[in-house]
């Protein structure tokens, strides 16, 4: 069975600070991964997807993860946090042979000014 | 360009109210999904339905049903709501159809339901 783990339910960084939220896995089979994006009120976008073609991947608005199979870890990273980014981010896998997608708790991103 | 849509985007029952969620997507998806969310807990899996004809439970499935009326539409039906369904429904709808294609989920913009 798939899990993922986000450490941190709620990261504060200062505008124009480096963001990371964590994202660790579980999976009996190589994995896809994802990391979605959700505003208030709003459904969830797709940010970036890991598809086993190179293990650093970049998303929009500025977002790239890495791939690290030996850490069973998919962070999301940006060198530059924009107010913007305020939102609650998603880590979600998905097994080769799956066909569920299986979310994290989420991390809410706050920027302050 | 609607992608998915959901409707209602807000409903208010009463304990005991039945009532039917319904999802269509125009991206000629095979699969499809419901899922629920509440606070701390991410989005946690109803039922899906990997093709027209099919449907599987979830991880959290007691108390719902659903329908896969065509490739398009996909419905989530609570046929008693209780106050412990309080949560915003999700549908989604993926091209997954085939072992090794890697595709994302589409996410439609919620139903925001309080059973009280």
């Known amino acids: 069975a798939q899990s993922v783990t986000q450490l941190g339910s709620h990261v504060s960084v200062s505008e124009g600070a480096l963001v990371l939220l964590r994202c660790n896995y579980s999976?009996?089979?190589?994995?896809?991964l994802f990391w979605y994006v959700q505003y208030p009120n709003q459904g969830l976008q797709l940010l970036l997807k890991y598809t086993s073609a190179a293990t650093l991947v970049k998303g929009i608005n500025g977002f790239e993860a890495e791939f690290k199979k030996s850490e069973t870890s998919f962070h999301l990273t940006k060198p530059s946090a924009h107010m913007s980014d305020a939102a609650e981010y998603f880590c979600?896998?998905?097994?080769?042979?799956?066909?569920?997608?299986?979310f994290g708790p989420g991390t809410r991103l706050s920027v302050l000014p | 360009n609607a992608g998915v849509t959901q409707t209602p985007k807000f409903q208010v029952l009463k304990t005991g109210q039945s009532m039917t969620l319904q999802c269509a997507q125009d991206m000629n998806h095979n699969s499809m999904y419901w899922y629920r969310q509440d606070p701390g807990m991410g989005l946690r899996l109803i039922y899906y339905s990997a093709s027209e004809g099919t449907t599987d439970k979830g991880e959290v499935p007691n108390g719902y049903n659903v329908s896969r009326l065509n490739k398009r539409e996909f419905s989530l039906r609570l046929e008693s709501a209780a106050p412990s369904q309080t949560s915003v429904y999700f549908c989604?709808?993926?091209?997954?159809?085939?072992?090794?294609?890697?595709?994302?989920?589409?996410f439609g913009q919620g139903t925001r339901l309080t059973v009280v």
């Open positions: 999976s009996s089979v190589p994995p896809y």
């Open positions: 979600a896998v998905r097994s080769t042979y799956g066909q569920n997608f299986v």
């Open positions: 989604a709808s993926s091209a997954l159809g085939f072992v090794g294609v890697n595709t994302e989920a589409f």
